[in-house]
């Protein structure tokens, strides 16, 4: 197995455009959820001025993860999109005007820029990104799918490099759902973007000074309506991968309700509210970031683990995903030694 | 790394209705056409519109037939695969589809009626349904890569069986005609009214279709243990972005040409071994023209010789499923040595110049077969089937 590492991420997020301010809302646990994201501050985005919001937000987190690698190049790269409802909003406004309206004519951009493989289709074509790139589709635990795709085509040689990105766009349609279903938390959908650069970390020696973490383990499991069953299967599978044991799992984190494994805990759901697969992908990039910190108990994760007094130096990170219906999956990010 | 078999087929698909896969070929490679003159699914709107649809009788609501031939073609698959219950517990399923149950969606738009649209809205809904119906209990993926979803789906199936984290993968696409659909490539101007003529100088276009296919395919170590049949197996698969243009392809053929490169780079075959492309072919001005500059790019001076056809002529574009029709049909020609045609070819095009097999089936022995897909998105995939190991 190559050994993988994350060298990039990216983040819009209703905290604000970068990682940065993902990460800066977090340590200080300023609740930034809700609300439509109105800027994205990125100019590559005139390019693609009548593209869906879910593509905006794609794009924008992807142009931060490939920053540090300068214009172009990205050929051999591969690009897999995590996606759990796509572009809402131009499929509500295609399907309203043809369905419901009964009209004859439409912006056909409402038609091609709502199919779901949009967002990454166009950050393919933005950033001319011409490996494979797929997009997969699925509840929050997509987000580890899509690494999981991305890490067998670093594998089996058929990328160098891949970027994994989840977006969505929240709109009234599934406001008013997630309402539905979730009475108590009505007014914490989110919505936004997380991308994430990952490489061979041998190829990187020395290690890179961009090198946040390495990706010890991953697994996805799925067992129909039993989803505890299922994330216990995929932390187990992704600790047998890594070659460890709960008890070298410095801190995990998750937005499942009921925690998992014994260790410290973490969600930052009443931080950033829910975004479907996205909320994975911000608890992933958070993690990487918390790791690649340099110092013990990286001040990110600070605020919250002040509540536990055993844990002072964290090594491994674990993010859980599950659903309801039994699809879960796990991966666990270790801290590298920096020269 | 282990070879991967094709050791199960299920199939529902326009034509006449058929109980086998042998049945359905045989229409298929007599050129029978599926395309006719249609009321859109759910609209009462005076237009027709040319499609290849699914008879489902009046015992069933539109909106139930994503399910419905998804589970019969499913159901098809695991009875030919005779995998015990327990095998299916440990079996992956990656489907790809690109709208997923869209009537479902539609007619509660219709209706008014809103509840529960967001669970059925996704994508992924659809598989994990079909994944606890079936007793399926790997991990189920649902894959939309527009109309490469299909061989996309084969494809990452076949890799996740080569890297050992799976011994059986079920891979399908699904997808069923929808309102949405007809109208969204309407107005891209890419519909036909016309007959569907791939490849040929006066194609105008497509026609839109629906489908459900699986393959399952499996490690060949555990087939040849539990003494599997195999029709085919998986040798080469590859996917690459144009970067170019969401809707449009590249008028050259790069992406879907250096996918089928690096498919045959991987299968270990030479350009004259592939013996029959099912092309992508759906019959409008450019995608024609940039598959035929794709294959000849990719093929060089084999392209000549290799046989190309579209079965898309018979069978309308059932979008994210057709790339596991047209993986289907490109195992069916290794088996059986017949070559589907393109039917509805008449003048032929200076510029797509390769043999198209037109209007009448060509029987002839097929050791290694590709099936090519492209779609919204720049996408581009190629997967490369052969003869089953002689044991």
């Given at each position: ?5 994350v ?11 970068g ?5 800066e809302?977090?340590a ?6 809700a609300?439509h994201?109105?800027?994205t501050g ?11 919001t879910i593509?905006?937000?794609a794009v924008?987190?992807?142009d931060?993860a ?7 190049g990205?050929g ?15 499929s509500?406004?295609?399907?309203h ?7 004859e ?15 990454a289709?166009?950050?393919?074509i ?33 990328a160098r ?20 279903f ?22 990187l ?14 697994a ?6 039993r989803p505890?069953?299922?994330l216990?299967?995929?932390i ?9 044991t ?11 309700k009921?925690?998992q ?15 479907f ?12 970031m918390?790791?690649?910190g ?11 683990l002040?509540?536990?007094a055993k844990?002072?130096e ?8 599950t659903e309801?219906?039994?699809d ?9 030694s920096?020269? | 790394?282990?070879d ?23 229409a298929?490679t007599s ?16 237009k027709g ?6 008879e489902?009788?009046?015992a ?5 037939k994503f399910?419905y ?26 489907i ?17 009626n ?13 598989v994990r349904c079909?994944?606890?119906?079936f ?13 490469a979803s ?20 079920i891979?399908?696409?699904?997808d ?6 007809l109208a ?23 026609a ?7 393959l ?26 144009d ?9 050259e053929?790069r992406?879907?040409?250096?996918a089928?490169?690096?498919a ?8 004259y ?12 001005v450019?995608?024609d023209?940039?598959e035929t500059?794709?294959i000849?790019l ?12 579209s ?7 059932a979008?994210?499923?057709s ?7 490109a ?12 039917i ?10 390769l ?5 009448t ?10 099936s ?7 996408q581009?995939a ?5 003869r089953?190991?002689?044991?």
């Amino acid at each position: 197995m190559i050994r993988l590492a994350v060298t990039g991420v990216g983040a819009i997020s209703p905290a604000g455009v970068g990682a940065g301010a993902l990460a800066e809302a977090t340590a200080l646990g300023r609740r930034v959820a809700a609300g439509h994201i109105s800027e994205t501050g990125l100019a590559v985005l005139r390019k693609l001025r009548r593209c869906a919001t879910i593509t905006s937000y794609a794009v924008t987190a992807v142009d931060e993860a490939l920053r540090d690698r300068g214009a172009g190049g990205f050929g051999d790269y591969a690009l897999i999109a995590g996606v759990t409802n796509g572009a809402l909003n131009f499929s509500a406004g295609f399907h309203h005007t043809i369905v419901a309206e009964a009209k004859e004519t439409a912006s056909p951009a409402l038609f091609s820029e709502s199919v779901l493989n949009a967002p990454a289709g166009n950050a393919s074509i933005v950033f001319n990104i011409r490996g494979p790139v797929h997009s997969i589709i699925g509840g929050p635990s997509v987000a580890v799918k899509a690494l999981m795709l991305a890490a067998t085509l670093i594998e089996t040689g058929r990328a160098r490099h891949a970027i994994v990105v989840c977006a969505e766009e929240r709109n009234e349609l599934s406001s008013f759902c997630y309402s539905r279903f979730n009475p108590s938390a009505a007014g914490a959908l989110s919505e936004g973007a997380g991308a994430l650069l990952i490489e061979p970390a041998d190829e990187l020696r020395p290690i890179n000074p961009v090198t946040l973490c390495t990706i010890s383990g991953y697994a996805a499991y799925t067992i129909p309506d039993r989803p505890q069953q299922a994330l216990q299967r995929a932390i187990d599978g992704a600790l047998s991968m890594a070659g460890l044991t709960v008890g070298d799992i410095g801190v995990a984190v998750s937005d499942y309700k009921t925690v998992q494994i014994d260790v410290p805990t973490l969600s930052f759901f009443d931080c950033l509210g829910y975004a479907f697969c996205v909320s994975t992908m911000w608890n992933i990039i958070l993690s990487a970031m918390a790791c690649g910190g340099g110092c013990p108990i990286n001040p990110l994760f600070a605020t919250e683990l002040k509540k536990y007094a055993k844990h002072s130096e964290i090594n491994h990170v674990i993010i859980y995903a599950t659903e309801e219906d039994g699809d879960a999956s796990a991966v666990i990010l270790s801290r590298v030694s920096k020269p | 790394m282990t070879d991967v078999w094709v050791t199960a087929m299920g199939l529902v698909a326009p034509l006449r209705p058929f109980d086998t896969i042998d049945a359905f070929w045989d229409a298929l490679t007599s050129g029978e056409d599926s395309i006719k003159l249609q009321p859109p699914p759910l609209l009462n709107t005076k237009k027709g519109w040319l499609t290849a649809s699914i008879e489902i009788g009046n015992a069933l609501r539109p909106e139930d037939k994503f399910f419905y031939i998804a589970g019969a073609a499913l159901k098809m698959a695991i009875e030919d695969s005779r995998l015990s219950a327990e095998e299916l517990q440990g079996a992956d399923m990656v489907i790809g589809s690109i709208l997923g149950n869209v009537l479902s969606r539609e007619r509660q738009l219709i209706d008014g009626n809103i509840q529960n649209r967001t669970v059925e809205a996704s994508l992924s809904y659809p598989v994990r349904c079909l994944g606890q119906r079936f007793a399926i209990g790997g991990r189920l993926r649902a894959i939309s890569t527009a109309c490469a979803s299909g061989t996309d789906a084969v494809g990452i199936a076949a890799r996740t069986i080569k890297t050992g984290e799976a011994e059986v993968v079920i891979a399908g696409g699904v997808d069923v005609l929808s309102d949405f659909a007809l109208a969204g490539f309407n107005l891209l101007q890419a519909l036909t009214e016309d007959k569907v003529r791939p490849f040929d100088k006066k194609r105008s276009g497509l026609a839109l279709g629906e489908g459900a296919a699986f393959l399952v395919l499996e490690a060949e170590r555990h087939a040849l243990a539990r003494g599997a049949k195999c029709y085919g197996r998986v040798l080469g698969y590859a996917s690459r972005a144009d970067a170019s243009h969401l809707t449009a392809p590249h008028r050259e053929g790069r992406g879907l040409a250096s996918a089928i490169t690096a498919a045959l780079s991987q299968s270990g075959l030479r350009q004259y071994d592939i013996n029959y492309i099912n092309a992508h072919g759906t019959a409008t001005v450019y995608n024609d023209l940039m598959e035929t500059k794709a294959i000849k790019l990719a093929l060089g001076e084999a392209a000549y010789t290799t046989y190309v056809s579209s079965t898309k002529s018979m069978l309308g574009h059932a979008f994210g499923a057709s790339g596991v029709i047209e993986s289907l049909c490109a195992l069916m020609a290794i088996k059986t040595g017949v070559i589907p045609p393109t039917i509805n070819y008449r003048y032929p095009d200076p510029q797509c110049d390769l043999n198209y097999v037109p209007n009448t089936a060509k029987a002839t022995p097929v050791g290694a077969a590709m099936s090519l897909s492209a779609g919204f998105g720049g996408q581009n995939a190629a997967v490369i089937f052969g003869r089953p190991t002689k044991i």
